[in-house]
């Protein structure tokens, strides 16, 4: 009775004791309910139970190959500190399609607000990607992320918790910015970690060689396609 009652609080925390019942009697258990309701006031089951909100089952879905720029777009958070051991977080964004930088930014805090904003800025300069790739963080579960999405027609794809590798391209730039710039130098404040990011950034879109783009960087194999592009529509 005690392990069946612990099950039931534990799965629906919110409910009370008649429901609890209800659900025991359906299960087949003929157990008197002044004894049960006994055990019940003895587990202390009458104080409300806090619980963890649980996430929605995510499916695992195989990491998209986009044929074109604006299909989708990968981002995530990364985590460093300051010289005088402030922590700060970078806000990273890349399009898929050419794995170009679109935003690298340190805040020392990044609420879905602020991701909104930003996202608002890049896509008034390059319009809305058809799909946005992230992890589970409380800033893209929000109901302000969700809502923003929404407005703009913007599917969400979550991956699973824990596998970071079903979002693929983000971690591998991580990598190399972490690599680059994070453990490369040490800041003394956030306006250095941004300058220093952006600087970064021209470079890495413009020179950095990527094997799964043919050896070519995010800038030159996206012109690239756009002149194969435009030789195919003059051949048509």
């Known amino acids: 009775m005690i392990a069946k009652l612990d099950e039931l609080a534990s799965a629906k925390p919110g409910r009370g004791f008649d429901n609890y019942y209800s659900r025991i009697r359906k299960e087949g258990l003929v157990w008197n309910r002044k004894r049960v309701l006994r055990v ?34 990968s981002m995530d958070f990364m985590s460093d500190s300051l010289a005088n051991g402030r922590k700060f977080r970078v806000f990273n ?17 990044i609420p879905s607000e602020r991701v909104t904003q930003i996202l608002s800025e890049l896509i008034a300069e390059r319009g809305c990607p058809k799909v946005i790739s992230v992890d589970n963080g409380p800033e893209f579960t929000s109901k302000n992320f969700s809502s923003f999405c929404n407005y703009h027609k913007i599917e ?21 910015y972490r690599e680059d710039v994070l453990d490369a130098y040490l800041f003394e404040t956030l306006v250095e970690v ?43």
């Open 156 to 176: 969400i794809q979550f991956i699973q918790p824990g596998k970071p590798a079903q979002n693929g391209y983000i971690e591998r730039f991580n990598r190399t």
């Open 93 to 109: 964004v890349i399009d898929d399609y050419n794995r170009e930088a679109l935003i690298n930014e340190a805040y020392y805090s």
């Open 194 to 236: 941004n300058a220093k990011s952006f600087e970064w950034q021209i470079e890495y879109n413009d020179n950095h060689p990527h094997q799964s783009l043919n050896g070519m960087s995010p800038w030159s194999y996206k012109q690239s396609k756009s002149v194969q592009q435009i030789e195919s529509n003059l051949i048509v």
């Open 40 to 73: 019940y006031r003895l587990m202390n089951l009458t104080k409300r139970r806090r619980y963890k909100r649980r996430l929605p089952s995510r499916e695992k879905k195989a990491l998209i190959i986009p044929e074109d720029a604006n299909q989708t777009w």
